[in-house]
């Protein structure tokens, strides 16, 4: 095993949206950048599918839409949900002020894929799959570089910024000793796949029944499924044996009764642990944190892929033009988190609430269920489905792309 040595101007840690998307800004501006992802590729299914309109429209200003949109995808114009009997329509994206008024559905790995695909078109872009950040080097109190594990053997990594977009589980967040708010939730999410059948119904979104939470993502030939559990309570639902989950899967579900067989044991089903939390400190000299590494995201809403990205656009709107002056102080650091903390700190608020009140509530109820008042005010006056569209869609200060490309 041999140890090698590198250096760049931004090494950045992950390679999911925040990582994949800062790292394609920074070497289209020319600013020569490292990402390091620690799988060999990006095909996990435990990713969200969610390409929310205002991505398309960064897409759009980074001329790259129209060759996106010639991907296989589904377009959700609108989105609801069956809770008891009764379907609610939440979101109409039809209105929005944008060019794509529709979610776009397409499995994370072709999108990271094709975000891939484009900055490696850009000499000042390199991306290491299989390197493992471990460890930060710090030299009086500024991070100048990370550590990493490579299949070759160690990697050193000296940069002017590192940049942690590992995930909710960040382990530069943890070595760089940023202290961590935990939100917490209520919930966890039991991921698993059944085959899709040409009769099955389009796209399918969540079914809220006596204490069940239920979604499913059409991945063409089979069902994503997240089947919404209370905290900690996986061995619970394993201890009364896989054929009682089976049948809930089929109560919840009537037409996937013919292949919950599929699940043949436990191993078919992951345990998927949500957490909420945030950085009270974004960053500290030579290190910022960015996306879930920042502020891990609840699924509800299905909007962490958008502030993940969000993310990366500030920080390349406020970052680039430093670098190519020469300094990257921290205060420009914190002017990435002032940017970004009040929209993560609002969607946070709103993912609680509903984690709590209607979740929690859900998870705990043995009675029957009917749309609480908020959601039959919905079906009543259709124009208000535009506010959950806008923030769904859009979410709170849309960032724009204004990091010109490198010649
Ligand atoms: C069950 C579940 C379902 C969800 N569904 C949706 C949805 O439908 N829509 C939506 O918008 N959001 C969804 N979310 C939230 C969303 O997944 C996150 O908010 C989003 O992925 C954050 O993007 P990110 O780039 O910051 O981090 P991530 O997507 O977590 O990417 C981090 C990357 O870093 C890599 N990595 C980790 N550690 C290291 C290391 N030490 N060195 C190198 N690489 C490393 C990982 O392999 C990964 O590729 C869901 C979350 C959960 C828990």
């Known amino acids: 095993m041999e140890t090698s040595e590198i250096s760049v101007g931004c090494c950045i840690a ?58 296989p995808h589904q377009e959700t114009r609108a989105l609801g949900g069956q809770i008891g009997d009764d379907f609610v329509q939440i979101a109409d994206f039809g209105h929005l002020p944008t060019r794509c008024r529709f979610i776009a559905f397409m499995p994370q790995w072709d999108f990271l894929d094709f975000i891939a695909e484009h900055a490696k078109r850009y000499p000042a872009f390199q991306l290491k799959m299989e390197t493992e950040a471990s460890d930060l080097f710090v030299e009086n109190g500024r991070v100048t570089g990370l550590r990493a594990t490579a299949p070759e053997g160690e990697l050193q990594v000296r940069a002017d910024l590192v940049v942690g977009a590992d995930g909710r589980h ?44 239920f979604v499913m993502l059409n991945r063409d030939d089979y069902w994503q499924c997240a089947f919404v559990i209370p905290k900690g309570g996986f ?41 909420v939390d945030r950085l009270r400190k974004w960053s500290r000299p030579g290190l910022l944190c960015i996306g879930d590494a920042a502020h891990a995201m609840s699924p509800v809403g299905g909007v962490g892929i958008n502030l993940a990205i969000q993310d990366a656009v500030a920080a ?44 929690g509530r859900v998870l705990g109820t ?42």
């Open 14 to 71: 992950g390679g999911g949206p925040a990582g994949m998307m800062l790292g394609f800004l920074l070497a289209r501006a020319g600013i020569p950048v490292l990402v390091l992802e620690k799988h060999r590729d990006f095909l996990r299914d435990f990713r969200g599918d969610t390409i929310h309109p205002s991505t398309l429209e960064l897409m759009h200003e980074l001329g790259i839409l129209e060759e996106f949109l010639q991907r």
């Open 170 to 213: 960040s382990t530069v967040r943890e070595r760089a000793g940023l202290e961590i708010i935990d939100v917490g939730a209520p919930m966890d999410v039991l991921w698993m796949r059944l085959s899709r059948r040409p009769k099955d119904p389009g796209q399918t979104l969540g079914r809220f029944d006596i204490g069940r939470v």
């Open 235 to 275: 061995d619970e639902i394993k201890g009364r044996g896989l054929e009682f989950f089976r049948d809930e899967i089929a109560r919840l579900a009537p037409y996937l009764r013919d292949r919950t067989a599929e699940l043949a044991d436990w191993s078919d089903v992951k345990l998927l642990s949500v957490a």
């Open 316 to 359: 390349a709107n406020i970052l680039a033009p430093r670098f190519k002056e020469g300094t990257v102080s921290e205060d420009d650091l914190q002017a990435v988190q002032r940017r970004r903390e009040f929209p993560t700190r609002a969607t946070q608020a709103m993912q609680v609430f509903i984690q709590n009140r209607v979740i």
């Open 366 to 407: 043995t009675e029957k269920l009917s749309p609480p008042m908020p959601l039959r005010l919905l079906g009543q006056m259709p124009f208000l489905t535009r506010i959950p569209a806008r923030l769904i869609g859009m979410g709170i200060r849309p960032e724009h792309v204004r990091t010109p490309a490198a010649a």
